[in-house]
Each structure stands twice: as structure tokens, then as C-alpha cells.
């Protein structure tokens, strides 16, 4: 079962606008990460939030994280066209004790990007 | 330079045959994961390892197999069971800590003819 649901489905902007996207999750988690896939390609990772932080930066990428909420949002600021992409949400499940040998990831369904020039 | 490596990038299958996809990591990273990946849909995770000779199953793990030989290989067999096969597969790993972010490889495209 997928664990993050983001929103819009689909964005479109003008080149130089800022792009918001958000996602909700189901259950506690260690940490909340954002991806970026291009069309037909794997994904690469942007940014990860710990579960005890509440925003984040990354050059033109910033991520909020309300855990009482169950959500995150991420805003690309002056967007590019390089930017079009569709980008994912994805969380592990918090497991006690502390699991230390990997985390079964859990990917949203994305959100479409088109930046237009 | 350090990655993760599927092979082929694109793949046909015949009905009832069974195909394996490859993953290669030489990050000498633990854990090693398989997503499929539907049109305009998230990613599904089929199988993952997060360690040698141990794998676990994902919520999609019908009609499909893995091995965890060697800690570079996680390779992922489609087999005629699976009646709806054809999707992007992704192959992920990690260090296999909390907190670490997870290298993907370029993905399958495979097609059923």
C-alpha cells in the first residue's frame, strides 16, 4: 500500500513562479524525503527531513514537515524550465525499536511539473 | 564512478516466458530494493534485501522472484505468473541506516509482445 498521496496530481507554471506541491502520509514516520523523476528516467533524491525537523533548505528548494498533520510540502522558488519533472514524496514507516539495517521506503503518486518557458 | 545499474534499459517478453531484470550496485550499499513503476502512477515496492541472502516481500510480490547473492546484485525475475507485466521497474539501494537517502538506478522498460 503506498503511504504518501501528493497534491496536485498536476501543476503548470510560468517560468519564474513558484511551484508548491504537497503530501500526506498515513502513519508515523523516521523521515520524509522528496525526489525528482524525468520523464522515463530513475529518480534522484532532492532533499530528506527528519521526523524532529520542522522545515528545511536547499537551495531553491525549501520542505516543510508538520508530523501533527501527517504532511510535508515542497516549494520550488523561481522556477526554471529545467525544473519540469514529476516529483515524489516518500517515507519510511517508524518501527520500535529503531530498525538499523534499512527501511521499506514508501513512495507517493506525484505530482506532474511542466514549467513553461 | 559509484552508481547503480540496470541492464537492459529495454526489454520485450513473450507470454508465458520468464525474464530476468539486473540491478548492479558498487556503492557497497546494504539494502537493495525493486519498485514497478505504472503509467503516471507512484512507485510499488515488489521486493527488497537489506541484507546478503535475505530478501523480503513488498506489497506487489506476485508473480515475481529476487536473489541476494552478492551484496552488488539484486536481480529480479518476472515470471509467467505475472499476468500483467509490463511497467518501468526501478531498482533502488541504500547504505541501509535510518535516515539515508536511496540511489536509483535508470529503470527497465519492459514490454509484454
Known amino acids: 500500500s503506498q503511504q504518501g498521496e501528493e497534491d496536485p496530481q498536476a501543476l503548470s507554471i510560468q517560468e519564474g513562479e513558484n511551484a508548491t506541491m504537497n503530501c500526506s502520509y498515513k502513519?508515523?514516520?523516521?523521515?520524509l524525503q522528496w525526489y525528482r523523476q524525468n520523464s522515463g528516467r530513475g529518480l534522484v533524491h532532492l532533499i530528506l527531513?527528519?521526523?524532529?525537523?520542522r522545515e528545511k533548505h536547499s537551495g531553491r528548494l525549501r520542505v516543510t514537515l508538520d508530523t501533527s498533520k501527517k504532511s510535508s510540502s515542497l516549494l520550488i522558488t523561481a522556477s526554471r524550465a529545467a525544473d519540469t519533472a514529476s516529483y515524489f514524496c516518500?517515507?519510511?514507516?517508524?518501527?520500535?525499536?529503531?530498525?538499523?539495517?534499512?527501511?521499506?521506503?514508501?513512495f507517493g503518486t506525484g505530482t506532474s511539473l511542466t514549467v513553461i518557458p | 564512478d559509484g552508481g547503480i545499474t540496470q541492464s537492459p534499459k529495454y526489454l520485450f517478453r513473450k507470454e508465458g516466458q520468464n525474464v530476468t531484470l539486473s540491478c548492479e550496485q558498487n556503492?557497497?550499499?546494504?539494502?537493495m530494493y525493486w519498485y514497478r513503476q505504472d503509467p503516471g502512477q507512484g512507485l510499488r515496492l515488489i521486493y527488497y534485501?537489506?541484507?546478503?541472502?535475505?530478501?523480503q516481500k513488498g506489497d506487489i510480490a506476485e508473480g515475481y522472484s529476487v536473489s541476494r547473492e552478492k551484496k552488488e546484485s539484486f536481480p529480479l525475475t518476472v515470471t509467467s505468473a505475472q499476468k500483467n507485466p509490463t511497467a518501468f521497474y526501478l531498482c533502488?539501494?541504500?547504505?541501509?541506516?535510518?535516515?539515508?537517502?536511496?540511489?536509483f538506478g535508470q529503470g527497465t522498460r519492459l514490454t509484454v509482445v
Open positions: 533502488a539501494s541504500t547504505p541501509g541506516r535510518l535516515f539515508a537517502e536511496a540511489f
Open positions: 502513519t508515523s514516520i523516521n523521515n
Open positions: 527531513i527528519r521526523s524532529n525537523e
Open positions: 516518500a517515507t519510511d514507516a517508524m518501527r520500535s525499536p529503531p530498525v538499523n539495517t534499512g527501511n521499506q521506503f514508501y
Open positions: 556503492l557497497n550499499h546494504d539494502a
Open positions: 534485501s537489506q541484507i546478503v541472502n535475505d530478501f
